[in-house]
Each structure stands twice: as C-alpha cells, then as structure tokens.
C-alpha cells in the first residue's frame, strides 16, 4: 500500500473501495483484524496494570476513519460551535493550560474566600468502554452518515485480536462472540480521539444544561460565565463554586454530590464508568480566628462530607476526601487549593536528581551531558513551570544542590561560584537553566496568551486581576504598585507570583480593560490616603481587612454627598446581609480591635471639619450604595435599609426637614444621592445633595470613537476625504473597499515595519486614508501587513459603535495571503499556542469578529503595477500598489531618526513591556535576555566573582555577547565561562586540590598560573602566538566591512598586551574615538580579549555600514568579532596545553 501511495491510479483505486464500504456501510474481512502490542506507561515498569495496549489496524481502515472522524466530524463541531471550553485536548489546547485553569481556580476560591470544590475524576479506560449504540447516535448527530459509522463499528465488533510480543506474533486471536460483541473505540484507532471528544461534548452539555458546574463572575462589571469541568481525554476535574451568591459549606457539598452523581450517570450512559481508586477530591471553605485572619477550614475530617460516586451496578462508592494542603499530580503538574508548592518542586528536585543519577552512571562525554541537559533534563522540568506559584527564592534555589552534582561531570569545578551556575550562557555563565527566569518566561506568555480572551484561563485570569485590584486598593495597575511595599496585603496567588518577579526585574505590565474610574474628580484611593497620614504595614493589614469588609475603594466612598466631610455610617461595622457596594468584595472578619483602629484612621483622612479641599464633581454614578436619595421635584426623600425602602416627604414650612410616611417598600433605585442627620426616630434633616454625574457625550463620528480607545499613534495621519460618516452609507450600500499593505526594509531599520491603508466608496461617497510605522524587535513585512488589516478592522468596528444593528457589506483586500488566512482562521475564544503577533491577532479576535455586517476577504497580486501600467490595472489593484508606496515612504521617513517607543494597539486588553519592547508570543528570548542581564550584573559583581563593578559591566554590549556565546558550540561556551569567570583548570586552580601540585606556568616556570595569566604569559612563542592571531583577527576585520580607523584602534589595542591603554590610540579631537577609549579602558584588556566589547565599538562600526551601504548586519559583524577575540584567548589554551 505503501508502494501505491506514489501511483495516482492505485491510490484512486483503494480510495474508491474505502469509498464503496462507506457508502453502503459495511467491512471488508481484512479490516477486521488487527495486532495488539503492549507497551510500558513508565519506562521500566512491566506490571500489566501499568501497561497500554495498543491495536495495529489496516493502514486504510485506519486512515479513512481519521479523514472521516479526527477531520471532517471534528470540523463540522467547530463550524457549529460545539467544541466546549472545558475540553483541553482540542487543537490549540494544551494540558498545560488545564493544569493552569485549576490553579487559577484554586486563586479565585482564595481570594473570594467563599465554599467551593473541585473532585478529580478518571474515567477507566475511556476508548475501550464506549458503548456502540451511544457512540452511534452521537456520531450521526455530529454529521457522520449511519453507512459511515456502520462501516467502522461493525469491524470493531467482529475484530479478531491477535498478540505481538519480543517472541514474535501469536498464531491463534481473541475474538467476540455471536451473543456478546466487542465494544469500544480501541486504542490506535484513529477514530478514537475524535470520537471520545464528541462524546464529550454531549455528556458536558447535558450535565451543563442541568444547572452543574461552577458560576464566576467578574466583581466589578459582574460579567458571568459557567464553567463546568477541565476535561483531557478521561481526566476530569469537576468544577463547583458560586460567585453570584454565597453558598454555605454544606451546599457546596450537596451540589459537588449531585454535580459528581449526574456525570457519572452520563458516563455510565455511554458504556464507561469511573475509577474511584485515582478519584479524589477537596472541600474548601474559611474560618477566621479572633484576629481576623483567615485559615482553611478541616473538612477532610467530617464524615458527614464524605463523597460517593455512582457505579455500573447501582451501588455508590466512597472516593478519598483530601486535605486542601495535599498536592496531588493532574495532567502532569501537582496542585493543592491551599496553594501549597511542595509538591511540586518536590517533583522538580526528584526528576532533576533521578537525571543526575543516570548521567553518573552513563559515563557520558561532557558535551554530551550538556546536550542531554538541554534537550531531555529541561524538557521534563519546564512542563507545568508556567503553573507554578512558588516564590521566586524558592524556584532560585531548588536545584542548587543538583546543579552542584552536574558540574563535575560537564568539566566544571564543583567549587566554582555558586551565582555562575544559574547565569546564562550568553553573560559567560554555566548555563543551567534559571527556574525563576524561566516560569516568569512562561507566565507572561500565558498571560498574553490568555488574557481578555473567551477561554477558560483568560476569564478566570480576568477575575483573578480584579480580584487583586480590589484586594490592593491602590492602583488601576496593580501590577505595577510595588510588591515590595505592599504585596503582603494581598492572598498569594497566580497573578501574585507575575507580580513579584516582574517587579524584581522591571517589567511593566499594562491591563487596559478593566472597568473601573474615580466616580468623582480628585478623588483618591483610600489605601493610599492612609499610607500618606503614616500608618505601618502592620496597620495597613488590619485597615485593609476592614476596608474589604465595608465595601470601600476610594475616598469618595466614605465621603459624604457633598464629598467635604465623612459619611458617618461607615464608622459602624457593616451587617453581614447588606450591600454597601455594587462591586463584589473578598469575604473578610475583621478584629473589634481593627474596626478601632478603622475609626481612628478614616478619622485622620476625613477631620472632623471636613476635607481641606472637597472632592469635585461626580463622573459617574460610582459604586457605593447611597443609603439615602432624594427627588426635590417629586417631593421624596428615600431610605435604603435591611433590604426595604422607606419614602419620607417634607415636613410643612421647612426645606430641610422630612417625616417618615410609608415603611417596607419594595426597593428601586430613584433620584440623586444625599447625606442626612436624623432629628428623632421618624425626622430627618437633608445636609447635602450631590449633583447629578457629568453626562456622558457620546461620540458622533468614526474619529472620536477611535479617540476612545487608546492607540492614538494608529491614527495621526489618518485623512478623511467626504462627510466624516460616509462609511456607513458605504457599507449600508456594499460599496466599501478597504485596502492595506505593509512595508519592511531592513536596509534602512531592522526594528520597524510600516503600514498604508484606505477606505474608499467605489460610488465616490468619500475616502479614508492613513499610515504609520510601528517599532518592534518583531519587525517584518508580515506584521506589518497585519497592522494595516487591523486598522481597517477598527474602523470598521468604529462605525458599527456609531451605527449598532448596521448592515451591508465591507470587501477587504490585501497582498498578503497569509496574513487573510490567518484572520479568517481566528478561533473563537484564544490564539493557538506559539502563534506570531498574537497581540494584533488578540484585538481583531476579541473586538472584530462580531462585526452586524458581512466581511468578505479578497487578495490581489503584489506590486503588479511593475510588470503593467498603472492605469491598466484593477481598482483593487491600483489601491494596493498605491498602499505598498504609502508604507514604503514612512519607512523612508525613519531614515536617521530615532525610532519611536512601542505602544500599545487600541483594544489591547494586557501589554507586557521590556524596557521599551512590547513583548508579543515568540518574544521569550527578550525576556530572558533582560532578566539574565540584570542577574549577571549583580553576579559579576559578587564578591565572589569579581569580574565587573557596575560601571564596567554598563560599558560591554551585551547583546553582541549573547547572541555570539548562545549560537557558539556548548563546549565553547563552558570555556568561555570558565575562563571569563576564573574558574578554569590552571596549575593555580589545581593546586588547591592536589598537595604539592605546582602553581606555576608551565610555558615561562615563572608567574603563578591564572586565567588571567593565560594572556599576559610572556613566554616567547605564546606571544608570538597571540600577534599572529590578532593578525588574522585584522584580515577578518578587512574581509567584513569595518570601519577602518575602528580596525587600527582594536588592532592596537589588542596587540598592546594591556600594556597600552586606548586613550594613548585615539585622536584627542575627535569625541566619538575619545568615548570609545574611554569605555575600552574602564573595561579593560584582559576582558576585551575575552570577547566583551564596548558598546561604543558597536556604534561606530553601525554608523559605518550604513554610510557605506554595506549588505552586512551590525549583529552579524559585532557577535563575530566576539568569537573571534574567544577564538584568540581560546589559542593560548591551545598552545598551552600542547
């Protein structure tokens, strides 16, 4: 069959018969065997409960039950929509993001501090327990005809099972029989995935439409979604948490039983059952102690909370009730509710030291261990990092013992400096990989993965956010207050754990969506307030226990109407039952002596005279629940209290003064808020009213919408040709083209890209018009592309905000089929894993994909205006060459300026900012690079080290060193660190560990060997040596292009021996030379030998090659001169040695 494939008679001849058999729905005999193999689940483990066995099938059967089932049935789900979020074994998904929904899970419970559980279910072998009859149904309601399902179900039942073993294949079969027959997918089946992810489906949509699974909702815009389970293939978390309304422990229990009962039926249903030896799960609930501080409650230890799932044969079996302290492993990585880590770096320090131990005994080459270490030592450790929660300390020092046993068995010293081991290879480090920098890499990527979109990580790190904002209480981005000085504040979680290390090495996260602002103007965060009158950290716990308590965000929350004094109810503590707030705050307890301190504080911020200067006008209704509210017009004064509502009417011959009529009513929010001072037990006096809130204007045309949303760079340019609003007659009409092309040179900027793009009415309506560039280490001509496509989409949803039930139609044409097929490809809900330019993709996805009118996709040939006239060519055709011109002339336009700092894109839910990059998926190597540097820094001038102070280490480009080291061999590297870092095999080194060993060298048998001393040996030939080699260091410099004054200079330099400083080789006139000298001679010989360069060199050689318009890239040129100085120390070694 194989032979076949390459014949298209053959192959049309076998898809013809597989065609005939699924027509008419029958088996040909030949598929009706297949060989079953055993294979371990574990490497080395042969007990046979913990092995798989997987059926060889007909090549044919196989292939067309994956073209009918993994393919088109899976499709036809998609195009319907019926892939449920909970599923995490669907393309673009992964286990990881499971693993990190659970966590995230864990978080919310935490910081809401509200009953919740979550049961761990497996289902016993999934693929083989499926029942025919259901798996028919499901199969034909997912689009597959009852022939085509009939076709593979009937060979499955008269499959005949033979053996495959080390002994050869057995002779006799395993085989149904004629009253009982076989059932099941089998495993190996390519049928079976795709068949269980149906099945799926309709059991979580049935147990869904039941009212089970988890409700979450969002505490400031009180967005809800249901989420009901994290399913992969048979390993089911079952989700139970109320946020809409608290629910009592025993609640939470009754609904996780029910929850559980009702998806074991549904499974049962299908032919399967669970496994309730690997079920488990946890009941989580709160308790405070007398201070007010929260712990978990003990549950585990009630019996009367005891878990039974439902069995095939009726009965209901106990499954193990666990501690929220106790991790256990799902989808590969350990979790516990409580947040506890041990489990899971105990995993990482286990695998690490089992992998240790066999590298030991594999008497492996050094090379080889590092290879290893890279490529199969990593890989194991760094799945699950993104999920892991544990301070950055701990994730620092987690291997630090084992990191000490690799070193000897890759050739490096076991004393050498334990800061070394962890630094990264590019800053002449060891080279073992950093956990801390690594999860930090994996959290920002899941964060820009996930954030603002549909799934079920990107709502449950939507909540998490809020969550933590409310709990902070001092900043729209929390992420960027310091964690230093308040992150005890807050409950550790997910969202903490960013926090902390981004803070650590100045990373700047920007969360653009979040649905909160002062209600009144000067208004101010109350946390704040109580940080500027003085209070401790300390006090600011308990104040901040009792802020949550009472509902409270910002000052203007506890200010009266008029926003001048304090509104006295918030002095009292707040009742369980009433709402002082429409935002939903955490759950907290606090102290009497908490609520003393309370008063005392909000006292300090609000004096008993008032504020010294009153809040302004109200911008919104804000968020607090008014107590009171009056309607002058109408004559009524009302009081919201215990859930009812009493309406007071003025008291004759008085403007202040109001009685009670009416008590108990029903309440309805009416009139305007309004501070009061009661008189007696059914009079009060009105002592101020606030003003109704500032209205809001809402935008009237395309250009003050785009105004709303941020990302004004987007639309400097932008030219409207015609009335401001002739697009929406356009689309009304069908007569909208948009066109777009991007540009990007990389001769003239190789860290920007272009766009040109424009709306025209083929009925002469009007035209729109714009450009920009856009700065990014992720430059190219395909984001550049994308950028023009996203313009028009936001203008496009611009007009739709004007004009909401708008319909027509929009034709959308570019040059780049990538790019269209990329848009129109979009999933729903999350950009696949590992996607480019996923930020760009992220707002068109999120904002641009529910557009009232239709969008219709063209692509035109690129640049035809070179091979045809101009005036010859499609509309399409002309706008497209014109587009390419207008992104082309604002590239231009950058030639010799400094580029502008990346911003953010309009929309743009989260931006991740290193320095001054937005960091996009794919950005990871410019996170590490940054994160490294800094560690590197503190490394090199570690007592210990000593290789640079901090004035030194700012004169070396850096990322001329790490591109040169990290695309170097892995042995060179290891040298270089060695070497760099003094910690290299010389008689010096040596002769701390052996008695007696000479120390000197053994080319001059006179100075005391030192890798310093590998370089300024003045043995005859070793010299002769290095100027030969500087020598050939100057020919290369001659063969690529460098600046020739630069060449002397180095060459000098180098040849100098340290015995010559830079500043003796420079003209004194001249400040360029005179700053690289300087930055020369601060750095030192030995180190320039060594491969540091000044970053002064690198700008004068850049400056050269774009005068002299030479093909070579600055990189290429600066990280081979780095190698080639490596290369020159590296032959002293060489000749040492022979």
Known sequence: MCAGASSEVISHHHALKATICLKRGFSIDRWKGGMTCILEKLPGCCLVTKLRAILLMEADYNAKNKIIYGVRMMDNARLHKLMQEEIYSEQGRTAEDGALAKILFYDLVRQTRWPASIASIDAANCYDSIAHAIASLIFQAFGVPV??????????QDMKYFLRTAYGDSKGCAQSKIEIKYQGLCQGNGAAPAGWAVISITVLRAHKRKGHGATFMCPISKVRSTLAAILFVDDCDMLHINMVEEESVLETFVNMQASVKNWGELLIATGGAYKP?????????????????????????????????????????????????ES???????????????????????????????????????????????????????????????????????????????????????????????MHKGFYGVGCPHLGIECLIGQVSK????????????????????????????????????????????????MVSLWEKCEKFGIKVVVSDVELEFPRERDKWLMLEFVRVGYCLKDLRKLNRVRLHQQVLFLSDIVNAAGSDLDERYLRKRPRAEKWSNIAFPKEKPASADFRLWAIAIRRVVPAGGLELRLGRRMHDGYKHWEWRINRREQYLLHYTGGEMNVYEPVSNSRRRWKLVVAGCEQETLGQPCSVRMQDGATVSVTATADPPVPEEKPRTIREVLGEWGGAWLWRSLRVVGDENWILDAIAAGTCLAVADGSYIKEITKDACSSGFVLECTEGRGRLIGSFPEASKDACAYRGELLGLLAIHLILLAANKLKPYLQGKVEIVSDCLGALSRITTLPENRIPSGCKHSDILKVIMIHCRQLTFTTEYTHVDAHQDEKEAYVNLTRKSQLNCCMDSLAKKVIWLLMGEELPAQEMLPLEPVAVFVGKEKMTSGSEDNIRYWCHRQLAKETMAHKKVKVFDEMQFEEVHWRSCYGALVSAPRMFQIWACKQAMGVAGTNEMQARYTPGHDKRCPSCNDAIETCGHVLTCEEEGRVDILHKSIDLLERWMDDNDTDEKLRDVLIAYAHGRGGTRALELVPRRNRDYLQLAQSMDCIGWRRFMEGMISKEIVRIQEEYLSQCESRLSIRKWSEGLVIKLLEITHGQWLYRNV
Request: charged share 25%.
């Open 447 to 494: 964060l820009l993965m996930h954030y603002g979109c549909g799934s079920n990580v990107g709502i449950k790190s939507k909540i998490s956010y809020r969550r933590l904002l409310l709990e902070l209480g001092m900043s729209f981005q929390p992420l960027q207050a310091s964690f230093e000085k308040y992150g005890e504040l807050v409950t550790w979680c997910w």
């Open 277 to 325: 030896p690997k079920c488990f799960y946890h009941l989580i609930s709160f308790v405070w102690d007398r201070n007010g501080i929260w712990e978990y409650d003990q549950n585990h230890g009630k019996e009367e909370f005891q878990l039974s799932v439902p069995m095939p044969d009726g009965s209901m079996e106990e499954i193990d009730h666990l501690p929220v302290t």
């Open 328 to 422: 256990r492993e799902t989808l590969g990585v350990w979790s516990s509710p409580s947040g506890n880590t041990e489990g899971a770096m105990t995993r990482i320090t286990t695998k690490a030291r089992e992998w240790v131990a066999r590298a030991k005994e594999g008497k492996l080459r050094r090379r080889d261990v590092w290879f290893l270490m890279d490529c199969q030592l990593w890989l194991r450790l760094n799945y699950g990092l993104c999920c892991n929660t544990a301070p950055f300390e701990q994730l620092e020092n987690c291997l630090r013992k084992e990191y000490c046993d690799i070193l000897p068995i890759g050739g490096v010293i076991r004393s050498s400096p334990a800061p070394i081991r962890q």
């Open 147 to 156: 022939e085509g399902v009939q076709a593979m179900l009937e060979a499955i």
